[in-house]
């Protein structure tokens, strides 16, 4: 997968993404993270790239022009049509489905926001997705994106050692992982439950999926709605 990230701060990349098992994917080539920097497409002598919003209020939005300019650039390196995000408050939330619909794409545009945000004929004229990390504001799309693409390319098949890693994680099927344990066996008191250690395979699994479910129905009953309505229509 490769993504090109259109930011202001093009030296914050990629970051926290070179470190651990992305950052062994990122050496490895099996993604990349591709800065532009918004800056660069600014037309006039101060290079501005803002300027205030129509009507009034607090902060400055980002110029559709020099945003159009940064795009344009962005889509003439990539052969296939990329899938592009904004980054934004007002976007439908990310979330496992959603991450697997982008890991889908070879290419992908992330544009993070600034400041007030950007000017939203940008987003009408483009058709662009907006998605958010959540219900709060981020002062920047940056970090935004690094948890986009973290969780995005974890799902690529090869990036993880272990090709069951996958496979039991939180999410994955509508459920959320069984409760994990290591060494010591007894832990202030708390013991690890009984059947994780007679090597029993087939009961291990059948602990782990009736754990899961047991978890998810009590920690997120909105999640374990849509696993029972999953599980129906699998019927
Ligand atoms: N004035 C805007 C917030 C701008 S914050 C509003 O009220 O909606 C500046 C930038 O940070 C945004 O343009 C966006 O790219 C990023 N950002 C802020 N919160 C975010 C969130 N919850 N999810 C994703 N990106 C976010």
């Not at 002598?45 to 022009?65: C, E, F, N």
């Not at 545009?109 to 483009?126: L, W």
Request: hydrophobic share 35%; with cysteine.
């Amino acid at each position: 997968m490769n993504f090109k990230i259109l930011t202001l701060f093009p030296e914050l990349f990629p970051g926290p993404l070179n470190h651990s098992i992305i950052g062994a994917a990122l050496r490895k080539k099996i993604f990349s993270v591709d800065p532009v920097n918004i800056r660069d497409f600014a037309t006039n002598k101060a290079k501005s790239v803002d300027s205030s919003p129509y009507g009034g209020g607090a902060g400055m939005i980002l110029k559709p022009d020099v945003l159009q300019k940064a795009y344009d650039f962005c889509l003439k390196r990539f052969d296939k049509k990329p899938k592009t995000i904004y980054l934004s408050p007002s976007g439908c939330k990310l979330n496992h489905d959603k991450l697997l619909e982008i890991n889908k794409y070879e290419n992908v545009v992330i544009i993070c926001g600034k400041y007030e945000g950007i000017d939203s004929r940008f987003i009408t004229h483009n058709k662009i997705e907006e998605v958010s990390l959540g219900d709060y504001v981020l002062s920047g799309g940056e970090i935004a994106s690094f948890i986009l693409i973290d969780a995005c390319v974890r799902l690529i098949p090869e990036v993880l050692g272990n090709k069951n890693s996958l496979v039991s994680e939180s999410f994955q099927n509508h459920l959320l992982e069984y409760p994990q344990f290591t060494k010591p066996r007894v832990w202030q008191n708390l013991e690890v439950p009984e059947i994780l250690l007679n090597g029993n395979h087939e009961k291990v699994s059948e602990w782990k999926l009736k754990t899961s479910i047991e978890v998810t129905k009590r920690k997120r009953p909105d999640l374990f709605k849509i696993y029972k309505k999953k599980l129906k229509e699998r019927k």
